[in-house]
């Protein structure tokens, strides 16, 4: 079982906030560049941000200026920020490291659920 525990999602209004959290093992953490995927109803994974280990960040383009992304080294944490969202954000959202190959597993994810 791959040791990456994502929390915070929920129900949210269209221009609501959530913040999202991911605790990683540090086998992975400390070594890794990280990001955040998610996965919307009948639909493929797909990445959202990442943030290296020196903490560059890129985002995808159907987030960019809405999401930030972080990372806590001394928790070996990172979150992601997201603002100002839209029904389309819907999904199960996971961290991960980045890039994804080889892949090592996922965790159970979070639901993000943005509605009137």
């Known amino acids: 079982q791959v040791q990456l525990v994502e929390s915070g999602g929920g129900l949210v209004q269209p221009g609501g906030s959530l913040r999202l959290s991911c605790a990683a093992a540090?086998?992975?953490?400390?070594?890794?560049?990280m990001a955040w995927y998610r996965q919307a109803p009948g639909k493929e994974r797909e990445w959202v941000a990442y943030?290296?280990?020196?903490?560059?960040?890129d985002y995808a383009d159907s987030v960019k200026g809405r999401f930030t992304i972080s990372r806590d080294n001394a928790k070996n944490t990172v979150y992601l920020q997201m603002n100002s969202l839209k029904p389309e954000d819907t999904a199960v959202y996971y961290c991960n490291k980045y890039p994804i190959y080889p892949q090592i597993g996922w965790g159970q994810g979070t639901q993000v659920t943005v509605s009137p």
């Open positions: 943030i290296t280990i020196a903490g560059r960040t």
């Open positions: 540090r086998t992975i953490f400390s070594i890794n560049h």
